[in-house]
């Protein structure tokens, strides 16, 4: 995945892309920086143009004070878009990038050719618990975020350059503030039924951050969609199963095509 940068909307933001073919756009999880897709990179890039990013204020993105919750950052991905000239594109998004997603699917589905949404949720359901990142130090995030033991320890055996220390700390704060504002999963459920996009939902079975419920409610609402679940695998699924998710990700994006 290639590091590049471009202005929107007056602001400096990072982006990463890769590949070749139709583009697909990922979305990244409340950490906000592209670089989590790094793994599953690879098993897109045959088959696609692949784009991601930074979010304003995460990562290496300068900050957009406006910017403070789901719907602005609908409206800012389609202005990134716009400076990158991409008119059509697959959408998928992670956890909070999934939630965003969908807001973007409401806000305009036009652009969006097929839209795949992985462990998010559109609004919290009652006596379902969803877990935050904020304030939970890295043994926290191992136990909540992860099941496959290899995978915490790979995560816990990696070595962090200041550089990367740096981004995750800002992009920590970043999240921290768009929680205080409780524009993070709003509820959007309701409006749901209105998405006529073939959509794929993805769940994990051991996730304890966005639990299985929260995928199913949003599966059971909107009209086009497929379901898809992991077993023994925990939120981060973009980390756990890539090798898995890549390939269910070319087969729903390019059925229908031939």
């Given at each position: 995945?290639?590091?590049?940068?471009?202005?929107?909307?007056?602001?400096?933001?990072?982006?990463?892309?890769?590949?070749?073919?139709?583009?697909l756009?990922?979305?990244?999880?409340?950490?906000?920086?592209?670089?989590?897709?790094?793994?599953?990179?690879?098993?897109?890039?045959?088959?696609?143009?692949?784009?991601?990013?930074?979010?304003p204020?995460?990562?290496?993105?300068?900050?957009?004070?406006?910017?403070?919750?789901?719907?602005?950052l609908?409206?800012?991905?389609?202005?990134?878009?716009k400076?990158?000239?991409?008119?059509?594109?697959?959408?998928?998004g992670?956890?909070?990038?999934?939630?965003?997603?969908?807001?973007?699917?409401?806000?305009?589905?036009?652009?969006?050719?097929?839209?795949?949404?992985?462990?998010?949720?559109?609004?919290?359901?009652?006596?379902?618990?969803?877990?935050?990142?904020?304030?939970?130090?890295?043994?926290?995030?191992?136990?909540?975020?992860?099941?496959?033991?290899?995978?915490?320890?790979?995560?816990?055996?990696?070595?962090l350059?200041?550089?990367?220390?740096?981004?995750?700390?800002?992009?920590?704060?970043?999240?921290a503030?768009?929680?205080k504002?409780?524009?993070?999963?709003?509820?959007?459920?309701?409006?749901?039924?209105?998405?006529?996009?073939?959509?794929?939902?993805?769940?994990?079975?051991?996730?304890?951050?966005?639990?299985?419920p929260?995928?199913?409610?949003?599966?059971?609402?909107?009209?086009?969609a497929?379901?898809?679940?992991?077993?023994?695998?925990?939120?981060?699924?973009?980390?756990?199963?890539?090798?898995?998710?890549?390939?269910?990700?070319?087969?729903?994006?390019?059925?229908?095509?031939?």
């Amino acid at each position: 995945m290639d590091e590049k940068e471009v202005k929107v909307n007056g602001a400096r933001i990072v982006y990463f892309q890769g590949g070749s073919g139709d583009p697909l756009i990922l979305l990244p999880s409340a950490g906000g920086r592209g670089k989590e897709y790094k793994d599953l990179f690879p098993f897109l890039t045959p088959d696609f143009t692949v784009y991601t990013l930074d979010y304003p204020g995460f990562g290496k993105s300068d900050e957009i004070k406006e910017i403070d919750g789901i719907e602005k950052l609908s409206a800012f991905v389609f202005s990134w878009l716009k400076a990158l000239h991409i008119q059509r594109f697959y959408l998928a998004g992670f956890s909070m990038g999934g939630a965003i997603a969908l807001q973007m699917a409401l806000d305009d589905s036009d652009p969006i050719e097929k839209l795949c949404v992985i462990a998010t949720a559109a609004g919290k359901i009652n006596e379902i618990p969803i877990i935050s990142p904020v304030g939970l130090n890295m043994k926290e995030i191992l136990t909540f975020f992860y099941h496959r033991q290899e995978v915490k320890d790979r995560i816990q055996n990696e070595k962090l350059t200041p550089e990367e220390k740096r981004e995750i700390h800002r992009s920590s704060q970043t999240f921290a503030r768009m929680v205080k504002s409780s524009k993070v999963f709003t509820h959007i459920l309701p409006q749901l039924s209105s998405i006529r996009r073939p959509t794929l939902v993805i769940g994990a079975e051991k996730d304890l951050v966005v639990p299985i419920p929260y995928q199913k409610a949003i599966f059971d609402l909107i009209p086009e969609a497929r379901w898809k679940a992991y077993p023994d695998t925990g939120h981060f699924i973009i980390v756990e199963r890539p090798e898995a998710l890549g390939p269910d990700l070319i087969r729903f994006f390019k059925q229908d095509q031939a």
